[in-house]
């Protein structure tokens, strides 16, 4: 899963947010953020960057009281060009178009609200390479408990830099480096501040030019990391065999909660590394292992100890080229999951024609909220399979169900299941749409998936890309939308 850079409106103006500013001297109460987290370290890092240019640690009084107010009125006219505004202490600036112009502003706009809880610079691309300018007025003892800076086109210097920081930002329990791929070299400056981060619970490290070496080094800092709860290393594609040897302070983060390792190019030595270190991971929520196709004949064994991770809700293994063999330990394992809310499946060939040997799974799943099965191969017996354990009020919980780009599936099956969806009461998304290279007329199915819609209270989007809806059903779609309040998306290949 890429991060996607969120668009927002960077230019406008506003009044001047003097009420927002008072909020920050006042230390009005911040607001709650679902990413929190702990880590505990000491510092051993050089920190000569940090001592040329940071101030001392009790900083000096504002001289008089027009000092003062000729400083908030800047630190106000900063945030209005910018058309934004601080709320309870947290400050975000992302992806608002930061000029390198406004780099030293921003430093002393940041040295006007010392209560600074929480700050995002991130998609400013003009961060890189001006990081000491902007973060060297922080000082031992800041308050910062959240900091972002994903896509900032951050410099090996600047991770450097940040690694000196670290030790003096004991609150920070949120750190997020992701997509800055010249911060792998300076990642002994990183690890090193780490160990002193007492209190991280999330770090992000998604797309950061992390290599095999990488592994070893972050396993060093992983011991400081015991309140860790989630960790984020994926899409590093030259992370690829760097578990082999050094995977073993993973089981120091007793309460990790989420692990992201997808398209990080495992090898089969990776996974055997992991399947001793995964299993003991007790908290465990969330596994991400997708789009690591070498999987696919070495997992047998990790796949097989997932059962003694009770609190897993989400297991995230598409695109792994699965095989038989571990497609059946899979299965066999996923009936001990019992907490399971999403199960993602897709792009694994093996699936098809063997659904059945998930049935025992389905059938006992009540709390899977998510299930995808895209370009599975599934065939029509797949999909009976599915439809009959609707039928019989398993899934019922059901909020988004993926069948899209299994196009082996007969007319009779899609009637089959079409028949039966009308269970799913919970049901919001459906995707059955066709591979981009394949186009297909309607069957009769149809009618029976809008009787069903009629009868799903939630539903919003159906996804039918490339299917073709003849006349006759064009009209029945039209009525249907003319008929019905609510507002559902029905995304197909057009009419004929």
């Given at each position: 899963?890429?991060?996607?850079?969120?668009?927002?409106?960077?230019?406008?103006?506003?009044?001047?947010?003097?009420?927002?500013?008072?909020?920050?001297?006042?230390?009005?109460?911040?607001?709650?953020?679902?990413?929190?987290?702990?880590?505990?370290?000491?510092?051993?890092?050089?920190?000569?960057?940090?001592?040329?240019?940071?101030?001392?640690?009790?900083?000096?009084?504002?001289?008089?009281?027009?000092?003062?107010?000729?400083?908030?009125?800047?630190?106000?006219?900063?945030?209005?060009?910018?058309?934004?505004?601080?709320?309870?202490?947290?400050?975000?600036?992302?992806?608002?178009?930061?000029?390198?112009?406004?780099?030293?502003?921003?430093?002393?706009?940041?040295?006007?609200?010392?209560?600074?809880?929480?700050?995002?610079?991130?998609?400013?691309?003009?961060?890189?390479?001006?990081?000491?300018?902007?973060?060297?007025?922080?000082?031992?003892?800041?308050?910062?408990?959240?900091?972002?800076?994903?896509?900032?086109?951050?410099?090996?210097?600047?991770?450097?830099?940040?690694?000196?920081?670290?030790?003096?930002?004991?609150?920070?329990?949120?750190?997020?480096?992701?997509?800055?791929?010249?911060?792998?070299?300076?990642?002994?400056?990183?690890?090193?501040?780490?160990?002193?981060?007492?209190?991280?619970?999330?770090?992000?490290?998604?797309?950061?030019?992390?290599?095999?070496?990488?592994?070893?080094?972050?396993?060093?800092?992983?011991?400081?990391?015991?309140?860790?709860?989630?960790?984020?290393?994926?899409?590093?594609?030259?992370?690829?065999?760097?578990?082999?040897?050094?995977?073993?302070?993973?089981?120091?983060?007793?309460?990790?909660?989420?692990?992201?390792?997808?398209?990080?190019?495992?090898?089969?030595?990776?996974?055997?590394?992991?399947?001793?270190?995964?299993?003991?991971?007790?908290?465990?929520?969330?596994?991400?292992?997708?789009?690591?196709?070498?999987?696919?004949?070495?997992?047998?064994?990790?796949?097989?100890?997932?059962?003694?991770?009770?609190?897993?809700?989400?297991?995230?293994?598409?695109?792994?080229?699965?095989?038989?063999?571990?497609?059946?330990?899979?299965?066999?394992?996923?009936?001990?999951?019992s907490a399971l809310e999403v199960f993602n499946l897709s792009w694994n060939k093996c699936v098809g024609g063997n659904l059945k040997l998930l049935l025992e799974t389905l059938k006992l799943s009540m709390s899977l909220r998510v299930l995808r099965l895209s370009s599975c191969s599934l065939v029509t017996e797949d999909v009976v399979l599915l439809a009959s354990v609707i039928q019989t009020g398993?899934?019922?919980?059901?909020?988004?169900?993926?069948?899209?780009?299994?196009?082996?599936?007969?007319?009779?099956?899609?009637?089959?299941?079409?028949?039966?969806?009308?269970?799913?009461?919970?049901?919001?998304?459906?995707?059955?749409?066709?591979?981009?290279?394949?186009?297909?007329?309607?069957?009769?199915?149809?009618?029976?998936?809008?009787?069903?819609?009629?009868?799903?209270?939630?539903?919003?989007?159906?996804?039918?890309?490339?299917?073709?809806?003849?006349?006759?059903?064009?009209?029945?779609?039209?009525?249907?939308?003319?008929?019905?309040?609510?507002?559902?998306?029905?995304?197909?290949?057009?009419?004929?």
């Amino acid at each position: 899963m890429s991060q996607t850079r969120k668009k927002t409106s960077s230019e406008g103006e506003t009044k001047p947010q003097t009420s927002s500013v008072n909020k920050f001297l006042r230390g009005s109460k911040a607001e709650s953020r679902k990413e929190n987290n702990d880590l505990k370290t000491t510092d051993s890092q050089p920190t000569n960057w940090i001592q040329k240019t940071a101030p001392s640690e009790t900083a000096k009084p504002l001289s008089s009281e027009m000092e003062l107010r000729s400083s908030m009125e800047k630190y106000e006219q900063f945030l209005q060009k910018l058309g934004k505004k601080a709320v309870n202490k947290c400050l975000d600036l992302n992806n608002c178009g930061l000029t390198t112009a406004d780099m030293k502003e921003m430093g002393e706009a940041l040295e006007m609200i010392p209560e600074l809880v929480e700050l995002n610079l991130s998609w400013n691309s003009k961060v890189g390479g001006n990081l000491p300018l902007i973060l060297q007025k922080f000082q031992k003892g800041s308050k910062i408990q959240m900091l972002k800076l994903v896509d900032c086109t951050l410099t090996s210097e600047d991770g450097t830099f940040l690694g000196q920081l670290l030790p003096m930002l004991q609150s920070l329990e949120v750190l997020d480096l992701s997509i800055n791929r010249d911060i792998g070299g300076s990642l002994n400056s990183i690890a090193q501040g780490l160990k002193s981060s007492s209190n991280l619970k999330v770090l992000k490290l998604h797309s950061c030019g992390l290599s095999q070496k990488s592994v070893k080094i972050l396993d060093a800092a992983f011991r400081y990391l015991a309140e860790l709860r989630k960790l984020d290393l994926s899409c590093n594609k030259d992370l690829g065999g760097g578990f082999e040897d050094s995977s073993a302070q993973l089981v120091m983060l007793k309460h990790l909660q989420v692990l992201d390792l997808h398209q990080c190019s495992l090898t089969a030595d990776d996974v055997m590394s992991l399947t001793q270190v995964i299993p003991l991971l007790s908290n465990l929520q969330e596994l991400d292992l997708s789009a690591n196709k070498k999987m696919g004949n070495s997992s047998e064994n990790l796949l097989s100890r997932l059962r003694f991770l009770p609190a897993l809700k989400s297991l995230v293994i598409n695109n792994c080229a699965l095989e038989s063999e571990t497609f059946t330990a899979l299965a066999e394992t996923s009936v001990h999951l019992s907490a399971l809310e999403v199960f993602n499946l897709s792009w694994n060939k093996c699936v098809g024609g063997n659904l059945k040997l998930l049935l025992e799974t389905l059938k006992l799943s009540m709390s899977l909220r998510v299930l995808r099965l895209s370009s599975c191969s599934l065939v029509t017996e797949d999909v009976v399979l599915l439809a009959s354990v609707i039928q019989t009020g398993h899934l019922a919980k059901l909020r988004k169900l993926d069948l899209s780009y299994n196009d082996s599936i007969c007319d009779a099956g899609w009637t089959m299941f079409c028949q039966n969806v009308r269970f799913l009461k919970e049901l919001i998304e459906l995707d059955i749409s066709l591979r981009p290279s394949n186009f297909r007329d309607c069957g009769q199915w149809f009618r029976h998936l809008l009787c069903a819609v009629i009868k799903l209270p939630q539903i919003t989007e159906i996804g039918m890309k490339r299917w073709i809806l003849p006349a006759s059903q064009e009209e029945e779609l039209e009525c249907f939308d003319q008929d019905k309040k609510r507002s559902i998306h029905f995304d197909h290949g057009g009419f004929q």
